[in-house]
């Protein structure tokens, strides 16, 4: 049974969530917003109207979180009331808990998500590291993981390009993760190195061995997000899909690889990024989904660039740095570990299955960027 100190508390942090969120404003900037959406020539302008409904139902999204949590808090105030009177039991006080609390704690992480990437769609990619057969199968482990994660909350998962490993596993794919809250928010915090160690199946000695793969995720940016894309430095070639489709996947060149020439706009120096899709048997629709992941990479570097600037100014704030090992998965041991939050679990099937939310959060909160600028 909960105490009435719990209970204070619970109350206590609604009221700030009132306050940081200012409900108030929002209230009334919402009630502006949704105005502007009933005039009659809104429309005439599907992207200017795109955006404004997008603004609205983000506000609206706040809105709703809050009068969750409070209708909750107040639930549990009933619950605990009537406990006295002995009209509820203390299971169904401390279930009533339970929900104000874990309703109260996911709009707290929501509130660290300030900047303008953090709820967009993502990408995400997966590369194996050294070591074939048994790295190609942690990649494929991972890629798993993330669907399973996507899955549970509320994502659909599609898949642009996947390399088969050479006898298990993958050696890269790349992944959309789209439709739910704050993809792009949320997974930012994989970015970097998984290092798996494990008692490799495809070692005949039974040796411990040690895998790693890379991940990146990057904001997946829609049509109200500008991007310049320098037509002179791209080019296409087509091929030939691989894999399940019948005879039109051999026969017809409906894979796309885009070649892009980036320039670094401090150092100058000149870089190839690569894309290649195979999500469909339509060469136009292939073109057009590797042209919107290039915009995504593209976008995703200008604004790491604005992050790096950003923490030389910002003095006093630890330095995140992007592709450096972030985890380790002993499977043995039975302990999974992030060594930037130093938050572990012995859950490793768990952690396997998709239930990575605690080293989401501890990253957000060892790692808070609440600033739009």
Known sequence: MITA??????????DELHRYLDIDRKQIEFEEEDLRTQAPDFWEDPKRAREQMKKVKDIQRWLDGYKEVRMLADELQLAFDFYHDEMVTEDEVDDDYAKAIAAIENLELKNMLRQKEDPMDCVLKINSGAGGTESQDWASMLMRMYMRWAEAHGHKVSIS???DGDEAGIK?????????EYAYGYLKSENGVHRLVRVSPFNAQGKRMTSFASVFVSPLVDDTIEVYVDPAKLSWDTFRSSGAG????????????LRYWYTDPDTG??????????????????KEKALLLLKSQLYDRAMKKRLEAQAKIEAGKKKIEWGSQIRSYVFDDRRVKDHRTNYQTSDVDGVMDGKIDGFIKAYLMEFPVTDDE
């Open 161 to 163: 390009n996947l390399q």
């Open 172 to 180: 890269s794919v790349t992944m959309e993760i789209e439709g739910g």
């Open 5 to 14: 100190e719990q209970l204070k508390d619970v109350q206590r942090r609604v």
């Open 269 to 286: 120096e000149e870089e190839e990024i690569l894309i290649e899709n195979t999500e469909t048997r339509d060469q136009p629709k292939n």
């Open 246 to 257: 019948g005879q039109n996947v051999n026969k017809v060149e409906s894979g796309v690889r």
